[in-house]
């Protein structure tokens, strides 16, 4: 994506934030309010030349899709991944993922990891048809610690 789609991407963060409230480490109500300078630069971190990696997708102009990849220790990370309902089960993930990894690669990265809430399991399935598998790590879920989020990976 390029800088200038920070609308776009700030758009589809608080549709994914109100659609999926689990699915993220952020709440609606925290990101509704920042400010448009943190928009911006969060947009110019995941566009080309930035430090991380952010795929968006349009049909018509509209956001529809949206993951970020980051470089995490040795391996890459995956986060924010948001299809928009009415075009789940379309095979967009698989086309966000693919980018994802080839950034990653090009990174030199062996594996792209994610975490996925413990109770997320369409997530969970979603990703395992795109070869990921449970790395057997877990960690507590930081906006209700009595939870846990998975660990998948993808070795590249
Ligand atoms: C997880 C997600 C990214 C998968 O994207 P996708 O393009 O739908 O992926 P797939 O085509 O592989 O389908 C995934 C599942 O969604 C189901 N699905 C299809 N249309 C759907 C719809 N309109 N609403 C809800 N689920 C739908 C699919 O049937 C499949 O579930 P199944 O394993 O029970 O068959 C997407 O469902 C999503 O954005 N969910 C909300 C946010 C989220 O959970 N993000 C992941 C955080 S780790």
Do not use: I
């Not at 792209?112 to 790395?135: C, I």
Request: proline share 7%.
């Amino acid at each position: 994506m390029e800088p200038a789609d920070w609308p776009a991407s700030k758009a589809l963060r608080l549709e994914a934030l109100q659609d999926s409230p689990t699915a993220y480490c952020e709440t609606y109500a925290d990101a509704v309010g920042l400010p448009d300078e943190r928009w911006q630069a969060l947009a110019a971190r995941g566009a080309v030349g930035g430090d991380s990696f952010q795929v968006l997708a349009f049909v018509d102009s509209r956001p529809v899709a949206s993951c970020v990849g980051y470089r995490e220790r040795d391996d890459a990370g995956l986060a924010a991944v948001y299809v928009t309902p009415s075009w789940r089960g379309r095979g967009l993930l698989d086309r966000l993922v693919r980018e994802v990894a080839g950034w990653a690669r090009a990174e030199g990265a062996p594996r792209l990891r994610l975490l996925v809430h413990e109770s997320n399991a369409p997530a969970q399935r979603a990703y395992e048809r795109l070869g990921f598998v449970v790395t057997g790590h877990r960690e507590p879920y930081p906006l209700d610690p009595s939870t846990d989020e998975v660990e998948m990976a993808l070795t590249l």
